[in-house]
């Protein structure tokens, strides 16, 4: 079962014009976290092995893993539940079942890669209320007992100290999860909304989402505690960027500000729902903030909170149309939804920088294959730019790619947001990826200093030292040739580098690094325009 995901950049001051200064290196820790399920969880052995072996070779920190509950459990298109199952016992599910999972915990352990188990849908038929539309059988408000006895199993399996077979060794622990894959959306979770029980409200639509969401973190939350896994990173959220607005049925899905307001049964003005208000949406009729606080401890007490900020074809800049959807442009209102959160249920924060985000899911959509993409090459550009404004936030602690190889067929609506395409050919963003390079402002003033973002992701852990190299355009067109202006060292898991020069003429500036095999890696190169007072061409 492998559900399709749809969409909903040295010389002297003299000879080049140049001066730097000494500038700190950047040292904020953000994770580099990968996802691709169908190299990864669907594919051949040797196929996933050597997608673990290119993932370890881009750097990559975690790969975030979908533990698809159907997948593993047993019958799980049987409407009846298997006789005697003891659905926490992880010997009770079939061992072919957990083998994709296993060989993906022992192949990242053994790359010093770590690991993201998202646990999510499909659920087992049996697991969840027969609806009105068959097609909504594994995603129909799953039980929250099945669901917190199939977390107990998965978090027995991957305690590290479970052996497969008596005196074996034990398979990797897992210390790092996140609860269901984007509860705001349809695909993922059903119903999003229902009909308004009051009495003559039946033909409107209150939220029912937000509520066996939450359900459903109590029961993961409960299992892991019950497993060991009590001081594990425990993510929740997981949300799609966007919803359809106030489009209500179904399988419509929600905003991601409005589904966070309703797990935490708070209205649009952040304020408690109440009476039959809050009823109707599975939430107290008179809040006792200190009791809900303790009935749902996950709420409070994750590690974090995780995300989906994609934009998919618009600028890492351009807000986002509707106040309640969350890109990469506005991730400071998420933080901000949080805060509010915590205040209003008189809940400390959980760290200086606010409410921890985690983002578990990004890229951009591109054309070729899908026309309405961007292009490749502005793909590379975006990514950068996008884990600029990341590394700008300190309460971001991921940084997301989602597939290394598009989706395929049909273009339009799976993402094609691989940094290879489907005949297995590199996007410039896979060198963007592995050395990446941004300049905020490309247009600067005589003496103005010209910042320099860098991205490293070395295979090995440990410092990298890099160049810093400029190549001036004179201005009859003619151009030198790149030279190294600077050094620079960061180091893992940081990933990142930040220089300062004072910029006197215009040219192309780029990053070279030498790995320890010495193959020499580029980055692409940003063109800087320096107004010296004579005009351009």
Not at 297 to 310: I, K, N, R, V
Not at 344 to 370: A, H
């Given at each position: 079962?492998?559900?399709?995901?749809?969409?909903?950049?040295?010389?002297?001051?003299?000879?080049?014009?140049?001066?730097?200064?000494?500038?700190?290196?950047?040292?904020?820790?953000?994770?580099?976290?990968?996802?691709?399920?169908?190299?990864?969880?669907?594919?051949?052995?040797?196929?996933?092995?050597?997608?673990?072996?290119?993932?370890?070779?881009?750097?990559?920190?975690?790969?975030?893993?979908?533990?698809?509950?159907?997948?593993?459990?047993?019958?799980?298109?049987?409407?009846?539940?298997?006789?005697?199952?003891?659905?926490?016992?992880?010997?009770?599910?079939?061992?072919?079942?957990?083998?994709?999972?296993?060989?993906?915990?022992?192949?990242?352990?053994?790359?010093?890669?770590?690991?993201?188990?998202?646990?999510?849908?499909?659920?087992?038929?049996?697991?969840?209320?027969?609806?009105?539309?068959?097609?909504?059988?594994?995603?129909?408000?799953?039980?929250?007992?099945?669901?917190?006895?199939?977390?107990?199993?998965?978090?027995?399996?991957?305690?590290?100290?479970?052996?497969?077979?008596?005196?074996?060794?034990?398979?990797?622990?897992?210390?790092?999860?996140?609860?269901?894959?984007?509860?705001?959306?349809?695909?993922?979770?059903?119903?999003?909304?229902?009909?308004?029980?009051?009495?003559?409200?039946?033909?409107?639509?209150?939220?029912?989402?937000?509520?066996?969401?939450?359900?459903?973190?109590?029961?993961?939350?409960?299992?892991?505690?019950?497993?060991?896994h009590g001081q594990d990173t425990i993510l929740i959220g997981d949300l799609a960027p966007k919803g359809l607005r106030d489009n209500r049925g179904e399988t419509r899905?929600?905003?991601?500000?409005?589904?966070?307001?309703?797990?935490?049964?708070?209205?649009?003005?952040?304020?408690?729902?109440?009476?039959?208000?809050?009823?109707?949406?599975?939430?107290?009729?008179?809040?006792?903030?200190?009791?809900?606080?303790?009935?749902?401890?996950?709420?409070?007490?994750?590690?974090?909170?995780?995300?989906?900020?994609?934009?998919?074809?618009?600028?890492?800049?351009?807000?986002?149309?509707?106040?309640?959807?969350?890109?990469?442009?506005?991730?400071?209102?998420?933080?901000?939804?949080?805060?509010?959160?915590?205040?209003?249920?008189?809940?400390?924060?959980?760290?200086?920088?606010?409410?921890?985000?985690?983002?578990?899911?990004?890229?951009?959509?591109?054309?070729?294959?899908?026309?309405?993409?961007?292009?490749?090459?502005?793909?590379?550009?975006?990514?950068?730019?996008?884990?600029?404004?990341?590394?700008?936030?300190?309460?971001?602690?991921?940084?997301?790619?989602?597939?290394?190889?598009?989706?395929?067929?049909?273009?339009?609506?799976?993402?094609?947001?691989?940094?290879?395409?489907?005949?297995?050919?590199?996007?410039?963003?896979?060198?963007?990826?592995?050395?990446?390079?941004?300049?905020?402002?490309?247009?600067?003033?005589?003496?103005?200093?010209?910042?320099?973002?860098?991205?490293?992701?070395?295979?090995?852990?440990?410092?990298?030292?890099?160049?810093?190299?400029?190549?001036?355009?004179?201005?009859?067109?003619?151009?030198?040739?790149?030279?190294?202006?600077?050094?620079?060292?960061?180091?893992?898991?940081?990933?990142?580098?930040?220089?300062?020069?004072?910029?006197?003429?215009?040219?192309?500036?780029?990053?070279?690094?030498?790995?320890?095999?010495?193959?020499?890696?580029?980055?692409?190169?940003?063109?800087?325009?320096?107004?010296?007072?004579?005009?351009?061409?």
């Amino acid at each position: 079962m492998s559900p399709r995901r749809s969409i909903a950049a040295a010389l002297t001051c003299l000879s080049v014009g140049l001066a730097v200064p000494a500038v700190a290196q950047a040292d904020k820790s953000q994770e580099a976290m990968f996802q691709d399920d169908d190299l990864l969880i669907f594919n051949s052995v040797q196929g996933t092995n050597e997608t673990l072996d290119r993932l370890a070779a881009l750097g990559v920190d975690r790969i975030r893993i979908s533990v698809f509950w159907g997948t593993v459990a047993p019958v799980s298109d049987s409407e009846q539940r298997p006789a005697n199952f003891n659905a926490s016992d992880p010997a009770a599910y079939p061992p072919d079942n957990w083998a994709r999972y296993d060989l993906l915990v022992q192949g990242a352990q053994a790359r010093g890669m770590d690991v993201n188990f998202n646990v999510t849908s499909p659920a087992p038929k049996w697991a969840t209320p027969d609806p009105a539309r068959e097609d909504l059988d594994e995603t129909f408000e799953p039980r929250t007992d099945e669901f917190a006895a199939f977390v107990r199993a998965l978090g027995t399996r991957y305690s590290g100290t479970y052996s497969q077979s008596p005196g074996g060794s034990p398979l990797p622990r897992v210390d790092f999860w996140s609860i269901w894959n984007e509860p705001n959306q349809a695909g993922w979770l059903t119903p999003q909304w229902r009909a308004d029980p009051r009495e003559g409200r039946s033909s409107f639509f209150v939220e029912s989402a937000p509520a066996i969401y939450r359900g459903l973190v109590s029961a993961a939350w409960n299992g892991l505690q019950q497993t060991g896994h009590g001081q594990d990173t425990i993510l929740i959220g997981d949300l799609a960027p966007k919803g359809l607005r106030d489009n209500r049925g179904e399988t419509r899905s929600i905003d991601a500000l409005r589904f966070l307001r309703g797990m935490y049964c708070l209205d649009a003005n952040a304020q408690f729902y109440r009476g039959d208000t809050a009823t109707a949406r599975g939430c107290p009729a008179e809040m006792d903030p200190a009791q809900f606080v303790a009935e749902n401890p996950g709420l409070f007490e994750a590690s974090g909170f995780a995300h989906h900020p994609y934009e998919l074809i618009a600028a890492p800049d351009d807000e986002p149309r509707s106040r309640d959807w969350v890109t990469i442009a506005n991730l400071h209102d998420l933080q901000t939804s949080l805060r509010r959160i915590y205040a209003r249920y008189r809940v400390p924060l959980p760290s200086d920088d606010g409410v921890p985000i985690w983002l578990t899911e990004f890229g951009y959509q591109t054309d070729p294959p899908d026309p309405t993409g961007v292009s490749p090459k502005t793909q590379a550009e975006f990514m950068n730019w996008s884990e600029y404004i990341t590394f700008n936030k300190p309460y971001v602690r991921s940084f997301a790619q989602f597939l290394l190889v598009d989706d395929g067929e049909p273009v339009s609506t799976t993402f094609q947001s691989g940094l290879m395409d489907l005949q297995g050919a590199e996007k410039p963003a896979y060198d963007a990826y592995r050395v990446g390079l941004h300049i905020p402002d490309q247009r600067l003033d005589r003496g103005e200093k010209v910042t320099v973002f860098g991205i490293l992701r070395p295979e090995t852990r440990g410092e990298v030292r890099s160049e810093i190299q400029f190549r001036t355009r004179s201005y009859a067109g003619s151009s030198t040739s790149y030279r190294k202006r600077a050094t620079a060292t960061s180091g893992m898991p940081a990933h990142y580098l930040r220089r300062q020069f004072t910029a006197r003429l215009d040219g192309w500036v780029r990053i070279k690094w030498t790995d320890a095999a010495g193959a020499e890696h580029l980055s692409r190169s940003q063109y800087i325009e320096v107004d010296d007072g004579r005009g351009r061409d």
